[in-house]
């Protein structure tokens, strides 16, 4: 029993030293494999920096200095606005017979756009030519009359105030015929009336007004309106401290402007 306790503590030391051996193998290994991954790093980041400079780099281009005029450009949003916008009426009283167009339908100056019934303006008509054709028959007898008033006066078969009265007659038949003339004028001219026609070229809107009713003249609800689209105007605005600029340049003749659509 004794000599066996005796020889213990030898039998101890050989096993720690095993165990100090392993922490030093695995420290220099772990400290090998930080160095190379540091440097790995360190090569991988050298390689990547001049591509992400040469990427960075901005391209430059080189010319001589020169002095010269610069054109100056006004950016603004305008809006596009029709040149000429014409609410249709009737000129004359009526009922709407036919509209020859359709609704947004492009037109010219002078087409057909709606017909009045033109029935009573042709009985106007007829009456004012009748009416006219009677007073120049009764300026053809007036004439006569007077050449032979006349030439009996010369003969001193007949007093002056005869003569007068013939005169009278006459120039009285000569302005009725004048009065039935410019009748017979306005009654051609409502009678054309009765046909609505496009005073401008440009697109049509809705008919307001259908065919079948009654219509006054000149009212004031239209029939249709019409727009101008060629030419067209832009509104815009700018500064008005650039005001006296743009008037001096548009006084030299060298303002320019464009329109660049937007979708």
Sequence with gaps: MDKSNALAPPVAAPVARRRTGRWWLGGIALAVVLTAYAYMTHEQGRAMQPTVQAAAAAPVRVAPAARRDVAVIERTIGTVVANTTVQVTARVAGVIDSASFREGQLVNAGD????????????????????????????????????????????????????????????????????????????????????????????????????????????????????????????????????????????????????????
């Excluded at 756009?113 to 007829?126: C, E, G, N, T, V």
């Excluded at 006349?150 to 004048?178: C, H, M, P, W, Y």
């Excluded at 009713?213 to 000149?218: D, I, K, Q």
Aim: cysteine-free.
């Design 112 to 263: 057909l756009l709606f017909q009045l019934d033109p029935r009573p303006y042709q009985a106007a008509l007829a009456q004012a030519r009748a009416d006219l054709a009677k007073d120049q028959a009764q300026l053809v007898n007036a004439v006569n009359n007077e050449k032979r008033t006349r030439s009996v006066f010369n003969e001193k078969l007949t007093s002056e105030e005869q003569l007068d009265a013939a005169i009278a007659a006459t120039g009285s038949a000569k302005a009725a015929v004048q009065a039935d003339q410019a009748a017979v004028d306005i009654a051609e001219l409502n009678l054309d009336y009765t046909r609505i026609r496009s005073p401008i070229d440009g697109k049509t809107g809705p008919i307001l007004v259908q065919p079948g009713n009654l219509v006054t003249a000149n009212g004031t609800s239209p029939l249709v309106t019409i727009t101008q689209i060629q030419p067209i105007k832009v509104s815009f605005a700018l500064p008005q401290s650039d005001l006296p600029q743009i008037q001096a340049r548009a006084g030299a003749g060298g303002l320019v402007a464009t329109v660049e659509p937007r979708g």
